[in-house]
């Protein structure tokens, strides 16, 4: 199933259906309509069932999606059916803060090590984690079998660490620092830049003056 084409705006999509099919799930909701469902993700009915296709047919007419059932086979399809490794590069406010968020260890992503290269934060404690040496990079994503890997760092150390992280067999990368990495086609990357994301608000909300 997932060597078919899927448009990169409905994989975006398919974890906002699955979050709140978790809730209706909690809630005790068994069934829910494909235009009940897509309200609550902001989306549109059809829109919703053309992302739901390019996973498989679901759903009854005239009745609707089992909550649960739906919920499973997303998080399986995405890979969430596992807990998943994760390290975080960078101690500074954004990585100590992402160090301590929990909705990752909610979802299955265990953050397992926490790199930095200032001598001042190596080898104390994040809560229980410990700021581990970048010199050890390597070592340490073998040895706790880390798949993905979170970079907090500068603009100016993103490339060379990016580059660390392809060579030691990562190929998921989250990358806050505002620079677009460049990396072979099999690694995917995911960059966050929260400047950008203000200037996109700031010109809706001029839009909508």
């Excluded at 968020?101 to 410990?130: H, Q, R, S, W």
């Excluded at 490339?159 to 998921?172: E, F, P, R, S, W």
Aim: aromatic content about 8%; hydrophobic content about 45%.
């Amino acid at each position: 199933m997932k060597e078919k084409k899927i448009p990169q705006a409905a994989i975006i999509r398919l974890p906002i259906y699955l979050r709140y099919l978790n809730e209706l799930a909690q809630e005790g909701i068994n069934v829910i309509s494909s235009n009940e469902l897509a309200e609550l993700a902001g989306s549109n009915g059809p829109q919703l069932r053309k992302d739901l296709s390019y996973l498989g047919e679901f759903g009854t007419r005239g009745v609707g999606y089992d909550v649960e059932r739906l919920a499973h086979y997303i998080s399986s399809f995405m890979g969430l059916n596992k807990e998943q490794s994760v390290a975080i590069i960078g101690a500074g406010k954004l990585g100590t803060a992402l160090c301590r968020y929990k909705g990752f260890a909610e979802k299955g992503f265990k953050i397992c090590v926490i790199f930095d290269d200032d001598p001042n934060k190596i080898g104390k404690n994040i809560d229980d984690l410990l700021i581990e040496d970048i010199k050890n990079l390597e070592k340490e994503l073998k040895e706790k079998n880390v798949e993905i890997c979170i970079m907090a760092v500068p603009a100016s150390q993103a490339q060379n660490i990016a580059d660390k992280l392809v060579l030691y067999g990562i190929n998921a990368i989250l990358n806050f620092a505002p620079i677009s990495l460049k990396v072979p086609e099999n690694v995917v990357t995911r960059q966050i830049d929260l400047s950008v994301e203000l200037q996109i608000l700031s010109f809706f909300k001029v839009l909508a003056q």
